[in-house]
């Protein structure tokens, strides 16, 4: 059960170890409880960008807590609340169902934190919380009219397996859709009760055997183990809804939900790098620059390359459309490098005028930041750079 905690600070149990969300001090640098949970989670190696479905190994992970020790063939789905016929699935009876398979981009909300200035003191992203797949499931929607929701549902709420607790709140990862977005459907995109990624089972780390993908939403609503759906009458006020995951400038405000993907674009390094600082190097000459774009919003329908550290754009090539609406796009361009040093960066569009802002807007949760990437890369002709061997 999910419990808020007491106003009394003597009869909070979990105040010594789960204190409130914070900002980092200006002088601050990353904490050991922020690399402790860089240890856990990681993100994309960005050279994996060559790939059009992220290998599951590559993909980024973000566990809130425990990986759960979950076996399929002792797995149960319930379905309940406001419906007409409560169902318990196992599952092969879950794949006895009509099954799809989506190709989808999925991207933590909090990608980009580490960046913001001061730092909201989380998971330490920069850019590489990202990846697809290809994602193989039942449609939500079958199985909720195989419950019969009740006229009165408005929301469904999806429980996973891992518990814990965050910020002196106990509780089961819990986090709800509102019910036009749960039933998908043209035009929205549509949500899956997933058991398979890139034609495998789903490994652990990504929600074995059973999780939820909601197309175009950030991360933290493709709820991983997913054991139950419950379809509710009222809007659901759980901590993972109402106090996680809001846009906020002040710790006391309400704030607004984060939901949909902001378009970003990123390039997959060029050249070679420098081992601690990650700096790229590239020879003079023609160096093909390539990546990736998303939206969540809409459809890319343009990305920019800038080489000089955004102070002019050139449009890049877009990749073909190839009918996956919900899974980045590649992208290509062409620059002539120049002995010196340069910053990369690239910019994407989609089709409702969404962009990316050179100078990101600040939230106290670091959430949805989609400041344009800025890649070091350094230009030596080959005979500047010095080889040792043993």
Same mark, same amino acid.
């Given at each position: 059960?999910?419990?808020?905690?007491?106003?009394?600070?003597f009869?909070d149990p979990?105040g010594?170890?789960s204190?409130p969300?914070?900002?980092?001090e200006?002088?601050?640098?990353?904490?050991? =409880?922020?690399? %402790?949970? *860089?240890?856990?989670?990681?993100?994309l190696?960005?050279e994996a960008l060559?790939y059009?479905?992220?290998p599951?190994?590559l993909? /980024?992970?973000?566990?809130?807590?425990d990986i &759960?020790? *979950?076996?399929?063939?002792d797995w149960r789905?319930t379905?309940?609340?406001r419906?007409?016929?409560?169902?318990?699935?196992?599952?092969?009876?879950?794949?006895?169902?009509?099954?799809?398979?989506?190709?989808?981009?999925?991207?933590c909300a909090?990608?980009?934190? %580490?960046?913001?200035t001061p730092?909201?003191?989380s998971q330490?992203?920069?850019?590489?919380a990202?990846?697809t797949?290809?994602?193989?499931?039942?449609?939500l929607?079958?199985l909720?009219?195989? !419950?019969?929701?009740e006229?009165? !549902?408005?929301e469904a709420?999806?429980?996973? %397996?891992d518990h814990?607790?965050?910020r002196?709140?106990? $509780?089961d990862?819990?986090?709800?859709?509102?019910? =036009? @977005?749960?039933?998908?459907?043209?035009?929205?995109?549509?949500?899956?009760?997933? /058991?398979?990624?890139n034609?495998r089972?789903?490994?652990p780390?990504?929600g074995?055997?059973?999780?939820?993908v909601v197309?175009g939403? /950030?991360?933290?609503?493709?709820?991983?183990?997913?054991r139950?759906?419950t379809?509710?009458d009222a809007?659901?006020t759980?901590f993972q $809804?109402?106090v996680?995951?809001?846009?906020r400038q002040?710790?006391d405000e309400?704030? =607004?939900?984060?939901?949909?993907i902001?378009?970003? *674009?990123?390039?997959?390094?060029?050249?070679f790098?420098e081992?601690m600082s990650r700096?790229r190097?590239v020879?003079p000459?023609?160096?093909?620059?390539?990546?990736?774009a998303?939206s969540?919003?809409?459809?890319?329908?343009r990305?920019?390359?800038?080489?000089?550290d955004?102070r002019?754009?050139? =449009?890049?090539t877009?990749?073909? $459309?190839?009918?996956?609406?919900? *899974?980045?796009r590649?992208w290509?361009?062409?620059?002539t !490098?120049?002995?010196?040093?340069?910053?990369l960066?690239?910019?994407?569009?989609d089709?409702e005028?969404?962009?990316?802002?050179l100078?990101? &807007?600040?939230n106290?949760?670091g959430?949805?930041n989609?400041? @344009? $990437?800025r890649?070091p890369?350094?230009?030596?002709?080959e005979?500047q750079?010095?080889?040792?061997?043993s």
């Amino acid at each position: 059960m999910e419990s808020r905690p007491s106003s009394d600070p003597f009869s909070d149990p979990f105040g010594d170890i789960s204190p409130p969300a914070r900002i980092a001090e200006p002088t601050e640098g990353i904490t050991p =409880e922020e690399l %402790a949970l *860089a240890t856990r989670n990681h993100g994309l190696p960005l050279e994996a960008l060559r790939y059009d479905l992220t290998p599951p190994g590559l993909h /980024y992970v973000l566990v809130h807590y425990d990986i &759960p020790a *979950a076996r399929a063939d002792d797995w149960r789905l319930t379905v309940g609340g406001r419906v007409r016929r409560p169902l318990t699935l196992d599952m092969e009876t879950l794949r006895s169902f009509p099954a799809v398979t989506h190709r989808v981009t999925i991207e933590c909300a909090g990608n980009g934190r %580490a960046r913001l200035t001061p730092r909201p003191v989380s998971q330490p992203w920069l850019v590489e919380a990202v990846g697809t797949a290809e994602w193989t499931g039942v449609p939500l929607r079958l199985l909720l009219a195989e !419950a019969g929701v009740e006229p009165d !549902a408005v929301e469904a709420v999806f429980t996973g %397996a891992d518990h814990g607790v965050e910020r002196g709140v106990e $509780q089961d990862y819990r986090r709800s859709l509102p019910l =036009e @977005v749960a039933t998908g459907g043209d035009p929205r995109p549509e949500v899956l009760v997933a /058991y398979g990624m890139n034609g495998r089972p789903l490994p652990p780390q990504h929600g074995h055997p059973l999780r939820l993908v909601v197309p175009g939403w /950030y991360g933290m609503a493709h709820v991983k183990w997913l054991r139950d759906i419950t379809l509710t009458d009222a809007p659901f006020t759980g901590f993972q $809804q109402t106090v996680a995951y809001r846009l906020r400038q002040e710790a006391d405000e309400p704030g =607004e939900p984060v939901t949909r993907i902001a378009p970003r *674009a990123l390039i997959a390094p060029p050249g070679f790098p420098e081992f601690m600082s990650r700096t790229r190097v590239v020879r003079p000459g023609q160096v093909v620059l390539e990546g990736r774009a998303w939206s969540g919003c809409a459809p890319v329908t343009r990305v920019e390359v800038s080489t000089d550290d955004c102070r002019s754009w050139s =449009e890049a090539t877009l990749a073909p $459309q190839d009918g996956h609406a919900w *899974a980045w796009r590649g992208w290509h361009a062409s620059w002539t !490098a120049t002995p010196g040093s340069h910053v990369l960066s690239a910019r994407a569009t989609d089709a409702e005028g969404n962009t990316q802002p050179l100078e990101q &807007p600040w939230n106290r949760g670091g959430f949805a930041n989609n400041l @344009v $990437q800025r890649m070091p890369v350094l230009c030596v002709a080959e005979q500047q750079v010095s080889s040792f061997s043993s």
